[in-house]
């Protein structure tokens, strides 16, 4: 064991990148994608709003259903026009958004697999691959022989995103 000192915050973002990694791990294909971009979602919600004024009294009408910023999309958007986010991470968010639409609306068992979610991802996947994060968490599910190859790198680009 280190005496070193510990970062807080990095350490409290190595905890929220492997409890989000254990709950995707949990749900599989379908579920991983969903809720993989809805802890993207959120992620951007909370980025976004503490770089803005509060509102007064409190709750933050902006982002309930049917407002301007309720949707993935409109938060990705705004992102990268803040410049909270760079091009790279945009495109990763984008695509991520798009797999997420396709497993929704698809009536059929939607893989992650499939050549048209494999190309979608493959440069986020690359750029991701890059970074500190994604070589931490991707030997830890490598262990996991249940997952598929293509789970494992959603599950690592998401948590990237996350930690991101």
Not at 64 to 86: E, N, Q, V, W
């Amino acid at each position: 064991m280190s005496n070193e000192p510990t970062d807080p915050a990095a350490e409290a973002a190595g905890n929220e990148a492997t409890q989000i990694a254990d709950q995707l791990m949990k749900e599989g294909g379908r579920g991983a994608v969903l809720l993989g971009a809805a802890r993207l979602d959120f992620a951007l919600e909370k980025l976004i709003k503490a770089i803005m004024h509060p509102h007064v009294g409190g709750d933050d009408n902006l982002f309930d259903s049917d407002r301007p910023l309720s949707t993935f999309s409109a938060k990705i958007a705004l992102a990268y026009r803040f410049g909270l986010i760079d091009k790279s991470v945009e495109h990763a968010l984008q695509m991520i958004r798009r797999v997420r639409n396709d497993f929704a609306h698809s009536f059929e068992d939607a893989t992650l697999a499939e050549h048209t979610h494999r190309n979608r991802l493959a440069k986020p996947y690359s750029d991701a691959r890059k970074g500190p994060i994604w070589k931490r968490i991707e030997p830890i599910l490598a262990t996991n022989k249940q997952l598929s190859v293509e789970l494992r790198e959603f599950i690592c680009l998401v948590v990237t995103l996350v930690a991101f």
